[in-house]
């Protein structure tokens, strides 16, 4: 019902750029949140940054004046540009969504299917 299309991983040289993109499609009423999670090999799943519809952003700690999410609300989807990449940065990236479906009272949290983020001279 729902899909979440991520794009824009790949690998980079520290100190690059690198711009993520994630459209959700599908039967959606509304997305009150969306997201950018990441997953090093052998750690947890962490929190990067996320956007309210009504424009409360959180950021991690660690990508604090070096990441920047933003949102295309007419179109459902978000971006993260990371700036100054540190080898640190290296992990799959996940889009998450709390979206809204038609016909359903609640928003239910979805997920990209992840994209790698390599950050290696």
């Known amino acids: 019902q729902v899909q979440l299309v991520e794009s824009g991983g790949g690998l980079v040289q520290p100190g690059g750029s690198l711009r993520l993109s994630c459209a959700a499609s599908?039967?959606?009423?509304?997305?009150?949140?969306m997201g950018w999670y990441r997953q090093a090999p052998g750690k947890q799943r962490e929190l990067v940054a996320r956007?309210?519809?009504?424009?409360?952003?959180n950021y991690a700690d660690s990508v604090k004046g070096r990441f920047t999410i933003s949102r295309d609300n007419a179109n459902n989807t978000v971006y993260l540009q990371m700036n100054s990449l540190e080898p640190e940065d290296t992990a799959v990236y996940y889009c998450?969504?709390?979206?809204?479906?038609?016909?359903?009272?609640?928003?239910?949290?979805?997920w990209g299917q992840g994209t790698q983020v390599t950050v290696s001279s």
């Open positions: 998450n969504a709390a979206i809204r479906l038609r016909g359903r009272v609640y928003a239910t949290d979805y």
């Open positions: 599908g039967s959606i009423f509304s997305i009150s949140a």
């Open positions: 956007k309210a519809s009504g424009g409360y952003t």
